[in-house]
C-alpha cells in the first residue's frame, strides 16, 4: 500500500486515486472540531462548503455550524472551536458545519472511496484503522485558502510515521518531507509552530486555548468516516 500527501486541496486532482483513502486533515480547527464533537456524543457531522446550504439546514431545524476567517458567523449555534462542541447540548444530535478550509477539503475528497477525518486528538485511532484497512492512503491537507500550511503537514507526517512500519510504503517526497517535519519537532509543536501563520492568525484572535487544544495528541480513540449520505460518524 502506498502513501501519499497532498499539501492543498487544489492539488488532489494530481493526487486522485480512486482506490485509496483519503484522510482529511485541518487541524487549527476543523478536523479537531468535528472529532471532538463526536467524540462527545454527537450523532453525526455534515460537512458543507457553502454558508448558505449550512444556513438550509439550520432552517430544517438541524444545528449549525459556520466559520469563516476564525470568526464565528452571527446567526449560526456554532463556530469552529472544539472547545465549543464540549458541551452535553450536541448530545445524539447532528450538525452540519461549514468552514474556511475543512469542509471545503472534503467537499473536494467526497467521491472518494472512503474518507476519514484526522486530527492530532484521535491521530492514533486513526493510524490503528488504516492499518486495519490495508488500503492505499492519501493525506489530504486543507491548508489556508488553498496554500501551504505546517500543522497539517505535521500531522501528516506524525500519522505516516505511526504506519510505515506496517506494510506502507511511500516514495512521495510531500510524504518524506512532512515524517521529516514532524521528526524536527522534537515534540514540542506549540513552539515549532510560534512562526506559523495559522498560529498567529489565532492568536491575534484570542484562540490560543484551541491552539493548544488541537495540538494534543491521542486524547480520543474515534474515527469519524464520511458516510453516503453525506454525514460523518463514527
Ligand atoms: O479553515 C477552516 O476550516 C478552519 O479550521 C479555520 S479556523 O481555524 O477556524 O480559522
Redo the contacts with the bound molecule.
Sequence with gaps: MTIETCYSPIQYPLFHNSNAIVVVI?V???TSAIVTALANGAAGMIPVAGVETAKEWQNKGFLAAA?R??IKLDGFDFG?SPLSYLVSDIKDKSIVIS?????QAIEAAKEAKQVVIASFLNAQAVANYLIQQQQDVIFLC?GWKNKFNLEDSLLAGYISELISQNGFTSNCDSTIAAKILYNQTGGNLFDFLAQSS?RN??SHLNLEEDIQFCLKHNVYNVVPVLNTEGYLTL
Design positions: 485541518d487549527l480547527r476543523a466559520e476567517n476564525g469552529n468552514t474556511t478550509n475543512g469542509t486543507s495559522h492568525r489565532l
